[in-house]
């Protein structure tokens, strides 16, 4: 089955008690049982759901993995995957993650004795050498955000499964449409997706993909414990959205190109993160790796001065957090989605105060681009 029919029919049938072809969204709490121990497969909705349930198999076919588990956000579904350590355990982390991951990981998680150590992991040497005794998971963002780094998802695989290590990757940026990190030999998958996949800008929620039924079954546990689970009718809104997600990811794709090919002749931005670019420090291992390079753009304006201007000149473009949307998202790494990472390790990643973060939409591309050329006029 192709991605694009994956995308639209797996996990899905239409109901049984109507011949709804849309799945219904289950709004409800509890399920009557017919009697002690039996039951339709459902008791409690923070235990599962079935609109929940639908959701989490289509992911897992899209992923090509066996079992899906859907939480209430992307931070929530790394919490779940972080709740598998214990106290003195210690994790690698891609040095250029989200935000969010880094503040959960040193602000929240470092409390309970959690070591959280960030690399370069576009090298396989550098999280060989950080390696240690206590070290249980390697967690690896790649496309990285906002930077664009690319990590070689076969080498992390190879090494975690030596190492007797839990190998983790954040495949928003890219989607399963374009990567897919399980064939790899990776052992979790994690997605906002809020972002690409839901692809409106309408909804929180975060999902995470695996084919280990032991660790399935302790993520299950967790989920079930926190209770950070998704709504019915988030689910369903992300359901939706994933129909179309080879129709958006081509269209991103494709868009994202026209923008990166003009932001690179323009000599007001100083440098461009790319990973479709042949200049890219990574684009053969991009191009080995993935089947296309995605939405997501940085580039950087030099100074803060510069990138404020920008940002206050822009029209279509919207200054906004998030990313994935069907409208183009601008916005300032780092005042925004890595305001939590003190500044000079910002400036270690590359994460400078000119930097720009730009989600190119599906707008027709000639718009994007004039706008971007009439803000970059007034800088």
Excluded at 359 to 364: A, C, K, L, N, Y
Aim: glycine fraction near 8%.
């Amino acid at each position: 089955m192709g991605f694009s029919t994956k995308a639209v029919h797996a996990g899905i049938e239409p109901d049984p008690s109507t011949g709804s072809i849309m799945t219904p969204v289950f709004l409800t709490s509890t399920y009557v049982q017919q009697e002690l121990g039996k039951h339709e497969g459902y008791a409690y909705s923070r235990i599962s759901n079935p609109t929940r349930t639908v959701l989490e198999r289509n992911i897992a076919a899209l992923e090509n993995g066996k079992h899906g588990l859907a939480f209430a956000s992307g931070m929530a579904a790394e919490a779940a995957i972080f709740q598998l350590l214990k106290a003195g355990d210690h994790v690698i982390v891609s040095r250029n993650v989200y935000g969010g991951t880094y503040r959960l990981a040193k602000l929240v998680l470092g409390a309970y004795n959690l070591h959280f150590e960030f690399v370069d992991t576009t090298d396989v040497v550098n999280i060989t050498a950080a390696i240690k005794p206590q070290t249980r998971i390697v967690f690896v963002e790649t496309p990285t955000n906002p930077t664009m780094e690319i990590t070689d998802l076969a080498a992390v695989a190879k090494l975690c499964k030596s190492r007797k290590l839990i190998s983790v990757v954040d495949n928003t940026f890219a989607t399963p449409y374009l990567q897919n990190p399980l064939d790899f030999g990776i052992d979790i998958v994690i997605h906002s997706a809020t972002k690409y996949l839901n692809g409106h800008s309408d909804m929180l929620g975060g999902l995470i993909v695996l084919n280990d039924k032991r660790l399935t079954e302790r993520l299950r546990f967790i989920q079930k414990s926190v209770g950070a689970i998704l709504s019915p009718f988030e689910a369903w809104m992300c359901l939706r959205g994933i129909k179309t997600l080879a129709l958006r990811m081509a269209r991103h794709d494709i868009n994202a190109m026209e923008v990166t090919a003009f932001l690179s002749t323009q000599r007001k931005v100083k440098k461009v993160h790319y990973p479709g670019l042949v200049s890219h420090p990574h684009h053969r291992l991009a191009t080995k790796q993935m089947r296309g390079f995605g939405g997501m753009i940085a580039f950087d304006l030099g100074s803060l001065q510069n990138a404020k201007r920008f940002l206050k000149s822009v029209r279509l473009c919207a200054l906004a957090e998030s990313l994935g949307g069907v409208e183009t998202l601008i916005s300032h790494p780092a005042t925004m989605t890595h305001a939590s990472v003190p500044p000079e390790e910002r400036q270690r990643i590359g994460v400078t105060d000119g930097l720009v973060r730009l989600s190119v939409g599906i707008e027709d591309v000639e718009d994007i681009i004039a706008d971007l050329k009439q803000a970059l006029a007034k800088v």
